[in-house]
């Protein structure tokens, strides 16, 4: 990681998602987090004030170390521990540092457009889960229309240079599926240039 990805981008996402649309998305997306959660783009923890009172800890995976100082804040009030864990290569990609089935809750809050693998991503995040466990997400995404989608598909090497890799236009209802079953799914526009605001919320076993 470069520079640019290590100390500037983290700092701009940080401001960037600390915004009123984003704070309600993540209360919404949140609200059924329970017992030990994993949240797989932790970034600086913004999410940590929208988890509810049944969450016991939270384990962080995050590779921006700069992120982690960014959230010592969030960390120092939250009511329950916050621990980080790491990524290990392994044969078939990356691999939690995680045992299978330890998690109640696995969370990622617009996390799937950026992660190298996304298909491996949430296998590891299906792994880790118990079997009667709770995937809760949210994330931005491919949009239904046309006219839409083609300028996603245009800018999407321009964004994936500026942000760090973020994919404008990855199928995300279509990569839950892979993996999981939905118990609930909200698509809709929030307000900003809809090639980056069409939003995938809901929650799946």
């Not at 940590?48 to 804040?73: H, I, N, W």
Request: overall charge positive; aromatic content about 10%; charged content about 25%.
């Amino acid at each position: 990681m470069g520079i640019y990805a290590e100390r500037i981008l983290p700092r701009c996402i940080n401001r960037f998602m600390d915004a009123p649309d984003f704070e309600r998305l993540r209360k919404r997306a949140l609200r059924r987090a329970y017992g030990r959660v994993l949240e797989l783009g932790f970034g600086s923890g913004l999410n940590l004030p929208f988890y509810p009172s049944a969450v016991e800890s939270v384990t962080a995976v995050d590779p921006a170390l700069l992120g982690r100082r960014l959230a010592a804040d969030r960390i120092a009030a939250c009511s329950f521990p916050v621990t980080f864990t790491d990524l290990a290569a392994h044969k078939a990609g990356s691999r939690i540092e995680a045992p299978d089935g330890s998690f109640d809750t696995v969370v990622t809050t617009w996390t799937l457009c950026t992660v190298p693998d996304a298909v491996q991503a949430l296998r590891e995040l299906r792994r880790v889960l118990k079997r009667d466990g709770l995937y809760l997400f949210v994330e931005h995404g491919r949009a239904p229309t046309g006219g839409v989608a083609f300028f996603q598909d245009v800018l999407t090497p321009i964004q994936k240079w500026i942000a760090g890799g973020c994919h404008l236009n990855r199928r995300i209802d279509t990569l839950i599926a892979g993996c999981f079953r939905f118990e609930r799914l909200h698509r809709f526009y929030i307000p900003g240039p809809r090639v980056g605001t069409y939003m995938y919320l809901g929650e799946a076993r």
